[in-house]
């Protein structure tokens, strides 16, 4: 089975600035969750996704969001941008929602706001 | 509030040496207990689970309610356990899996 997959691996945008993270799950798991590493925070839970309804959600600004799509992909959007926005965005994917199975992530996409 | 603390950042051993890395909880209902690993370039990627109460590349793990406790042993560690270890408490009040800082290990030849 292929792993989870997130694109683009590497971003660099300016302050002010939107950008739109992509992560497709393993084939079959219906639920994707998103965190937010970062070497002082480690990692911080963003939002979790199944069947297209946002299950549960962090401690993150509006400008956070996220939606899942039929097919169970998922994207995360961050609107203006800020600094401290840069990190590296982790995604995983799993059979159940709710935090008690076992999650499976991609490589991440590393965010560089300047 | 639930809660994961990994006391140490950095954990520095030689080869051969017994390794333990330290994860404390709090919730106080029946938690679900994860490692994972990081190894330098590759994904974060689960290690083992307290309810599977399995050895996997000569890690162990057991839950100790009384202490809220879940630390990671290994008698002998290899260069190769070189990694980010995180320790995962979920899915509790929350509906969700937290995750501490983190524990860098370090093994010297």
């Known amino acids: 089975k292929a792993g989870v997959t997130q694109t683009p691996r590497y971003l660099i945008k300016t302050r002010g600035q939107q950008v739109t993270l992509s992560c497709s799950p393993i084939?079959?798991?219906?639920?994707v969750s998103w965190y937010q590493q970062t070497p002082g925070q480690g990692l911080q839970f963003l939002f979790e996704y199944f069947s297209e309804t946002q299950r549960n959600k962090g401690n993150f600004p509006g400008r956070f969001s996220g939606r899942q799509f039929s097919n169970s992909r998922s994207e995360m959007n961050v609107s203006t941008l800020e600094l401290g926005d840069s990190a590296l965005y982790l995604c995983?994917?799993?059979?159940?929602?709710?935090?008690?199975?076992?999650?499976?992530f991609g490589n991440g996409t590393r965010l560089t706001v300047t | 509030a639930q809660r994961v603390t990994q006391p140490e950042k950095l954990l520095s051993v030689f080869k051969g040496a017994p390794v333990e890395l330290k994860c404390n909880y709090s919730?106080?209902?029946?938690?679900?207990l994860f490692w994972y690993v990081q190894y330098s370039r590759q994904r974060l990627q689960l290690l083992l689970r307290h309810i599977s109460r399995e050895s996997i590349k000569g890690f162990t793990a057991d839950l100790n309610k009384g202490e809220t406790s879940f630390h990671l042993k290994k008698p002998f560690a290899q260069e190769e356990d070189s990694a980010m270890y995180y320790c995962a408490l979920g899915p509790g009040d929350t509906d969700k899996l937290i995750f501490g800082t983190g524990t860098r290990l370090q093994v010297f030849p």
């Open positions: 995983a994917s799993s059979t159940r929602t709710g935090g008690g199975s076992p999650l499976h």
């Open positions: 084939s079959g798991h219906r639920s």
């Open positions: 919730y106080s209902g029946s938690p679900e």
